[in-house]
């Protein structure tokens, strides 16, 4: 089955600052690989998502990028701000209605004011 | 808006005891999930359904089974509980057609503490 790894687990930046998480998928089936942001306390909502026939997907201050040859994608945060301190967990999947999901460990991310 | 609800916020259960967690959507989503989630493992599969009376096990369903009667509900059970099943546990749907397929929308939580 599939297996993702994320990394890195805990992330501190400075307000202002640009943050990276990436993550690497071992199933070369998958196509389909969402993001998903989850507050203290409440439900991970889905921030951005990517589907293999795109290299790159951007919406305001937050990117992801996709290399389906070396299997991995990263989300990238620029200008960061207090209100983007949460975890974040990527995930893979094929683009099959009837496929499940495969999150990674997830990444906390504190931004400092 | 999609809603995922999930009845059961917060319960503290004996350990042996028969645990119910419901969960409802409402966006008539063919696919239901039941997820838990412990610090450090991340979002971890324990059962799915794609349709009424269907039931998939995922990557952790030992100790679980799961019911699912009518579309909008899928229930997870806890046959005895341990208390090695502390965790929060998440429900979630999603439909399999459209431009969106495949992403999932998930309930609140429930936090499940077994003593």
């Known amino acids: 089955g599939e297996n993702v790894e994320q990394h890195p687990s805990t992330l501190s930046v400075q307000e202002g600052d640009s943050a990276v998480i990436k993550c690497t998928y071992s199933?070369?089936?998958?196509?389909?690989f969402p993001w998903y942001k989850q507050e203290l306390g409440k439900r991970p909502q889905l921030i951005i998502d990517i589907r293999s026939n795109v290299g790159e997907k951007k919406d305001q201050r937050i990117a992801v990028t996709l290399n389906k040859t070396a299997k991995h994608f990263s989300l990238h945060i620029t200008e960061t701000q207090p209100e983007d301190s949460a975890v974040y967990f990527c995930?893979?999947?094929?683009?099959?209605?009837?496929?499940?999901?495969?999150f990674g460990k997830g990444t906390m991310l504190l931004v400092s004011p | 808006d999609v809603k995922v609800t999930q009845s059961s916020r917060y319960l503290v259960k004996r350990t042996g005891e028969k645990v119910f967690l419901e969960c409802v959507q409402d966006m008539d989503h063919e696919n239901m999930f039941w997820y838990r989630q412990d610090p450090g493992l991340g979002l971890r599969l324990i059962y799915f359904?794609?349709?009424?009376?269907?039931?998939e096990k995922g990557d952790i369903p030992e100790g679980y089974s799961v019911s699912r009667e009518k579309k909008e509900r899928f229930s997870l059970i806890l046959e005895s509980a341990s208390t090695n099943q502390t965790s929060m546990y998440l429900c979630?749907?999603?439909?399999?057609?459209?431009?969106?397929?495949?992403?999932?929308?998930f309930g609140e939580g429930s936090w499940l503490t077994v003593v």
């Open positions: 359904s794609y349709d009424v009376k269907m039931k």
């Open positions: 199933d070369s089936a998958s196509n389909y």
């Open positions: 995930a893979a999947s094929k683009n099959s209605g009837y496929s499940t999901l495969t």
């Open positions: 979630a749907s999603s439909s399999p057609s459209g431009e969106g397929g495949n992403t999932i929308y």
